[in-house]
């Protein structure tokens, strides 16, 4: 016979203390592991959702970044000359040679100085990101030491609003706009005029990348493969969103330390509930006895004392997201080991992922500490709990 849940119900509400720190001391260690998972999951976001899949981006063969090395301007006649390119409104190729260096920008907050990545593009670049709006101001102007900024730029350094001027290269640059990335990895970059660029930084003559858009899924496949095969080039080609998505080994360092601290915090929430559970067994060992006495199996009483501690695991998982809520979309960045700059991502709270975790999370934690105290609870002798 099983002990109905309207049993477990009941004793939660009757051991209101208990309950309240249990599932507060589970709701902190679930907010923790909730912190860690939502810097994951917008780091995640911010790589794998950039670029077009139409996009083919292509860089110096050999190298693994824009910024590893780059190749000579010639080579972009070459590229702009192969099939399955798509045309622009004015019928020429969809193409952009572009330019990216690191430069330093203070922050806002005065706390010091960090790596951003600059951008040079053609004009095609800007058509070749179509998911990226213009929040503000307007787009450079071909030829001009203009720059426009991302939003999270704007938010987070100094020197970032329209109108402002940056110092960096040989002089000053003027910010003439604000641009929304969505969330996406351009969100930590700044954008400019790619022969300014390249005359500022000594390029001339060179670009760190190019890229082509294709007409279809099945011409990008043809021309990553096409760019990579052609001796003359000695470039590499792949899919925008392929090279983004390499890049979430930045955070690598993050999921590392997340993942310990979560283990650690897991095992001490576990022993918690552990202590609480047992000293539940103790106060309740006269009823127990009585359950036994009424015909309750000791399989039932276990499978009760687990489902408790089930319940008040997922009420301290309850407890965490609600804490957490507050943070989904706060904006915060982290050094990159790819371009050596800051990549900026918003924190994914509200995630289906990120919240399914936290509470299989609270309920692993509560099988693990309440599985000990009720199979001791189940196999105490009636005579001996009823003398308690």
């Given amino acids: 016979m099983a002990i109905p849940i309207s049993y477990n119900i009941r004793n939660l509400k009757l051991r209101k203390g208990l309950t309240v720190m249990t599932a507060l001391g589970i709701a902190l260690t679930v907010t923790t592991a909730l912190f860690i998972m939502a810097l994951l999951a917008g780091l995640q976001k911010a790589f794998k959702t950039t670029g077009n899949p139409l996009n083919?981006?292509?860089?110096?063969?050999?190298?693994?970044?824009?910024?590893?090395?780059?190749?000579?301007?010639?080579?972009?006649?070459?590229?702009?000359?192969?099939?399955?390119?798509?045309?622009?409104?004015?019928?020429?190729?969809?193409?952009?040679?572009?330019?990216?260096?690191?430069?330093?920008?203070?922050?806002?907050?005065?706390?010091?100085?960090?790596?951003?990545?600059?951008?040079?593009?053609?004009?095609?670049?800007?058509?070749?990101?179509?998911?990226?709006?213009?929040?503000?101001?307007?787009?450079?102007?071909?030829?001009?030491?203009?720059?426009?900024?991302?939003?999270?730029?704007?938010?987070?350094?100094?020197?970032?609003?329209?109108?402002?001027?940056?110092?960096?290269?040989?002089?000053?640059?003027?910010?003439?706009?604000?641009?929304?990335?969505?969330?996406?990895?351009?969100?930590?970059?700044?954008?400019?005029?790619?022969?300014?660029?390249?005359?500022?930084?000594?390029?001339?003559?060179?670009?760190?990348?190019?890229?082509?858009?294709?007409?279809?899924?099945?011409?990008?496949?043809?021309?990553?493969?096409?760019?990579?095969?052609d001796q003359r080039l000695k470039l590499d080609g792949s899919l925008e969103t392929e090279y983004y998505a390499k890049q979430t080994s930045s955070g690598s360092v993050i999921k590392f330390i997340g993942l310990l601290v979560a283990a650690i915090m897991a095992i001490g929430s576990s022993f918690a509930a552990m202590n609480t559970m047992y000293a539940a067994v103790a106060y309740r060992s006269r009823e127990i006895a009585t359950l036994r006495v009424i015909g309750f199996s000791r399989p039932s009483i276990l499978t009760s004392f687990v489902f408790e501690a089930v319940l008040l695991s997922l009420l301290g998982a309850a407890v965490g997201i609600v804490l957490m809520l507050p943070f989904n979309g706060m904006t915060t960045g982290t050094s990159n080991q790819v371009t050596f700059s800051e990549v900026v991502f918003s924190l994914q709270v509200w995630s289906p992922w990120v919240i399914g975790s936290a509470v299989l999370f609270a309920i692993v934690m509560g099988l693990a500490g309440g599985i000990f105290p009720a199979w001791h609870a189940s196999r105490r002798e009636i005579l001996a709990a009823l003398r308690d």
């Fill in 56 to 229: 083919v981006m292509v860089v110096r063969k050999g190298s693994t970044s824009e910024l590893t090395g780059p190749f000579p301007a010639d080579n972009f006649g070459t590229l702009k000359t192969l099939p399955g390119i798509a045309k622009n409104a004015a019928g020429e190729p969809l193409v952009s040679g572009e330019t990216v260096v690191v430069i330093v920008l203070p922050r806002a907050d005065g706390s010091g100085e960090v790596n951003v990545s600059v951008r040079g593009m053609m004009q095609n670049g800007l058509a070749l990101r179509g998911g990226v709006k213009l929040a503000q101001g307007r787009w450079f102007t071909p030829g001009q030491r203009e720059v426009v900024v991302s939003e999270s730029i704007h938010k987070r350094f100094s020197h970032a609003n329209v109108g402002d001027t940056m110092e960096f290269g040989k002089g000053s640059w003027q910010v003439v706009g604000i641009f929304d990335a969505g969330g996406t990895a351009y969100e930590s970059e700044v954008w400019g005029d790619v022969n300014q660029m390249n005359s500022d930084f000594d390029r001339q003559g060179v670009y760190s990348s190019a890229y082509l858009r294709a007409t279809d899924p099945v011409a990008a496949a043809a021309l990553k493969n096409r760019v990579g095969d």
